[in-house]
Protein backbone atom coordinates (compact mmCIF):
# COMPACT_ATOMS: atom_id res chain seq x y z
CA UNK A 1 0.00 0.00 0.00
CA UNK A 2 1.11 3.38 -1.11
CA UNK A 3 1.68 6.12 1.72
CA UNK A 4 -1.01 8.97 2.01
CA UNK A 5 0.02 12.42 1.57
CA UNK A 6 -2.22 15.08 2.81
CA UNK A 7 -1.62 18.74 1.98
CA UNK A 8 0.17 21.01 5.36
CA UNK A 9 -2.42 23.97 4.87
CA UNK A 10 -5.81 23.60 6.34
CA UNK A 11 -7.46 24.90 3.72
CA UNK A 12 -6.15 22.57 0.60
CA UNK A 13 -7.08 19.47 2.70
CA UNK A 14 -10.88 20.99 3.22
CA UNK A 15 -10.94 21.59 -0.52
CA UNK A 16 -10.30 17.92 -1.11
CA UNK A 17 -12.86 16.72 1.17
CA UNK A 18 -16.68 16.64 1.23
CA UNK A 19 -18.15 18.37 4.27
CA UNK A 20 -21.69 17.69 5.99
CA UNK A 21 -23.40 19.77 8.54
CA UNK A 22 -26.08 17.76 10.40
CA UNK A 23 -27.52 18.42 13.99
CA UNK A 24 -25.89 17.34 16.90
CA UNK A 25 -27.31 14.61 19.42
CA UNK A 26 -27.09 14.83 22.96
CA UNK A 27 -26.34 17.16 25.76
CA UNK A 28 -25.90 20.88 24.86
CA UNK A 29 -29.65 22.11 25.27
CA UNK A 30 -31.27 23.91 23.42
CA UNK A 31 -28.70 25.61 21.30
CA UNK A 32 -27.85 21.70 19.77
CA UNK A 33 -31.76 21.50 18.93
CA UNK A 34 -31.76 24.42 16.04
CA UNK A 35 -28.14 24.89 15.07
CA UNK A 36 -26.71 22.23 12.68
CA UNK A 37 -22.88 22.32 14.37
CA UNK A 38 -21.92 18.52 14.10
CA UNK A 39 -19.36 17.96 10.98
CA UNK A 40 -19.20 15.06 8.87
CA UNK A 41 -15.51 15.10 7.23
CA UNK A 42 -15.16 12.86 4.26
CA UNK A 43 -11.63 12.92 2.55
CA UNK A 44 -12.32 12.74 -1.44
CA UNK A 45 -9.18 10.54 -2.54
CA UNK A 46 -9.20 7.85 0.52
CA UNK A 47 -12.73 7.64 1.55
CA UNK A 48 -11.73 8.32 5.13
CA UNK A 49 -15.10 9.42 6.85
CA UNK A 50 -14.24 11.34 10.06
CA UNK A 51 -16.74 13.22 12.96
CA UNK A 52 -17.24 15.32 15.53
CA UNK A 53 -20.27 17.14 17.62
CA UNK A 54 -17.83 17.74 20.94
CA UNK A 55 -18.26 21.17 20.34
CA UNK A 56 -21.17 23.96 20.06
CA UNK A 57 -19.72 25.51 16.99
CA UNK A 58 -19.48 24.07 13.62
CA UNK A 59 -16.12 26.02 12.99
CA UNK A 60 -14.68 24.03 16.07
CA UNK A 61 -15.72 20.75 15.08
CA UNK A 62 -14.29 21.28 11.60
CA UNK A 63 -10.90 21.78 13.26
CA UNK A 64 -11.65 18.35 15.46
CA UNK A 65 -12.10 16.56 12.02
CA UNK A 66 -9.25 18.05 10.61
CA UNK A 67 -7.17 16.81 13.62
CA UNK A 68 -8.54 13.01 13.59
CA UNK A 69 -8.24 12.78 10.23
CA UNK A 70 -4.62 13.99 9.84
CA UNK A 71 -4.30 11.61 13.05
CA UNK A 72 -5.91 8.52 11.39
CA UNK A 73 -3.59 9.17 7.93
CA UNK A 74 -0.64 8.78 10.42
CA UNK A 75 -1.40 5.75 11.60
CA UNK A 76 -2.13 4.14 7.98
CA UNK A 77 1.32 5.50 6.91
CA UNK A 78 3.28 3.98 9.77
CA UNK A 79 5.75 1.55 9.41
CA UNK A 80 7.60 -0.33 11.89
CA UNK A 81 11.06 -0.76 11.41
CA UNK A 82 12.59 -2.99 10.09
CA UNK A 83 14.56 -5.30 12.94
CA UNK A 84 17.94 -5.80 11.98
CA UNK A 85 18.86 -9.23 13.88
CA UNK A 86 22.01 -9.55 16.08
CA UNK A 87 24.37 -11.96 17.19
CA UNK A 88 24.30 -12.40 21.31
CA UNK A 89 27.73 -11.76 22.44
CA UNK A 90 30.17 -14.65 23.44
CA UNK A 91 30.15 -13.23 27.24
CA UNK A 92 26.72 -14.25 26.97
CA UNK A 93 27.22 -17.59 25.32
CA UNK A 94 29.15 -18.45 28.18
CA UNK A 95 27.30 -17.37 30.84
CA UNK A 96 24.75 -19.43 29.88
CA UNK A 97 26.44 -22.56 29.11
CA UNK A 98 28.45 -21.88 32.40
CA UNK A 99 24.24 -22.13 33.87
CA UNK A 100 23.50 -24.66 32.31
CA UNK A 101 26.66 -26.64 33.59
CA UNK A 102 25.54 -25.63 37.06
CA UNK A 103 21.71 -27.06 36.54
CA UNK A 104 23.08 -29.97 35.50
CA UNK A 105 25.42 -30.50 38.41
CA UNK A 106 22.40 -29.58 40.82
CA UNK A 107 20.65 -32.53 39.03
CA UNK A 108 23.04 -34.93 39.15
CA UNK A 109 24.04 -34.45 42.78
CA UNK A 110 19.95 -35.02 43.98
CA UNK A 111 20.03 -38.63 42.13
CA UNK A 112 20.40 -41.75 43.83
CA UNK A 113 23.94 -43.24 44.16
CA UNK A 114 24.68 -46.14 41.87
CA UNK A 115 25.57 -48.95 43.84
CA UNK A 116 28.01 -51.84 42.48
CA UNK A 117 25.68 -54.65 42.91
CA UNK A 118 23.14 -53.74 40.12
Known amino acids: ME ?6 Q ?28 AVRLTHIPTGITVTSQKERSQ ?30 PQSAKRKNREKKAQHSQKKRERMRPKSDAE
Open 3 to 8: KIVLPE
Open 10 to 37: DAALIAECKIQAYRSSGSGGQHVNVTDS
Open 59 to 88: YLNKKECLVKLRKIVDKLNYRKPKRIPTRA
